[in-house]
């Protein structure tokens, strides 16, 4: 059965009102069980900087815990690559059958395409180099 867990500094730090949007999202998820690991996009957003934020649950499906270590995700809409990148998240572990919330923030220079619509439908496709 999978469960909710938040990241240490999540947990101290997210607001009431996304933490309830973070738990109706996971009460909502059809997980695809093809799938060891699925990242469900919640939202985004473009900062100062150019860079796109993009915060999913991350759902691992698998009997074992994973990590993130020069990870590469895409983040795609329905057109095709927005942007891709090769994360590395050290102290990012997250349990066996367990989702977790997380913010992958990808540089502007890893994006395709600039000017993400706040409102348009992302997703996110990881490959996980373990």
Not at 9 to 33: P, Y
Not at 54 to 79: K, P, V
């Amino acid at each position: 059965m999978q469960k909710l867990q938040f990241e240490n500094s999540w947990d101290k730090t997210i607001s009431q009102g996304d933490r309830e949007k973070i738990e109706k999202a996971f009460a909502s998820t059809k997980l695809n069980q093809l799938h060891d690991i699925e990242l469900v996009t919640l939202w985004h957003a473009t900062n100062h900087k150019g860079d796109l934020l993009a915060t999913a649950i991350i759902h691992n499906q698998t009997q074992q815990s994973i990590s993130f270590e020069n990870s590469r995700i895409d983040c795609l809409d329905q057109n095709g690559v927005i942007a891709e990148h090769n994360f590395s998240l050290p102290n990012l572990h997250i349990p066996a059958n367990t989702s977790l919330p997380w913010t992958f923030i990808f540089p502007a220079k890893s994006q395709t395409r600039k000017n993400v619509n706040p409102g348009e439908i992302i997703k996110l496709n990881i490959q996980l180099n373990q």
